[in-house]
């Protein structure tokens, strides 16, 4: 049974930075497209940042130039670096495939407030 388990959220001030993790355990990870989603309170969740197997990233304009998405094929985890973070990058973010393809994991909160 997949599981993919996000950690590393919390409240951070307006340009402050955060590193998301996640575990993935996904048996195919190292051949699999990942991807960080988020979901702001009262709306839809959104796609936030791809990565290929091969490390090709793609990012939403929202965020381009402030997040970074890496991963460890090693160790089945994927990272999102957020830095510059602004109040509208507040949001619970969540990991899944590229396109998303498993159930959903309880994701982490991320709070941008002075």
């Known amino acids: 049974q997949v599981q993919l388990v996000e950690s590393g959220g919390g409240l951070v001030q307006p340009g402050g930075s955060l590193r998301l993790s996640c575990a993935a355990s996904i048996t195919a990870f190292g051949i699999s497209d990942m991807g960080w989603y988020r979901q702001a309170p009262g709306k839809q969740r959104e796609w936030v940042a791809g990565i290929t197997m091969s490390g090709r990233t793609t990012y939403a304009g929202s965020v381009k130039g402030r997040f970074t998405i890496s991963r460890d094929n090693t160790n089945n985890t994927v990272y999102l670096q957020m830095d510059s973070l602004k109040p509208e990058d507040t949001a619970k973010y969540y990991c899944?495939?590229?396109?998303?393809?498993?159930?959903w994991g309880q994701g982490t909160l991320v709070t941008v407030s002075s």
């Open positions: 899944n495939t590229d396109p998303a393809g498993y159930r």
